[in-house]
């Protein structure tokens, strides 16, 4: 909401004698720059599982079909 007056909490509760606002903010950092490299290494496993699955279609062809499981259910 364009205009809408807002706080952040860490800032607030530093300017009423918390001070444990410099910590927060350090373990913050941390903690995105940990998720971002899981989302990195996320990310490179799924390129290489596509990867892996385009080659295995291609050397296996139409043996995949006759592989795949049996989705219909009489």
Request: proline share 1%; glycine share 6%; hydrophobic share 35%.
């Amino acid at each position: 909401m364009l205009g809408h007056k807002y706080c952040i909490l860490g800032r607030l509760s530093s300017e009423v004698g918390w001070n444990l606002f410099d910590i927060i903010r350090e373990l913050e950092k941390k903690r995105k720059d940990k998720a971002q490299l899981v989302y990195e290494r996320k990310k490179h496993l799924n390129n290489l599982r596509v990867k892996a699955e385009k080659v295995a279609e291609d050397k296996l062809g139409s043996q995949l079909d006759i592989l795949a499981p049996d989705t219909e259910q009489s």
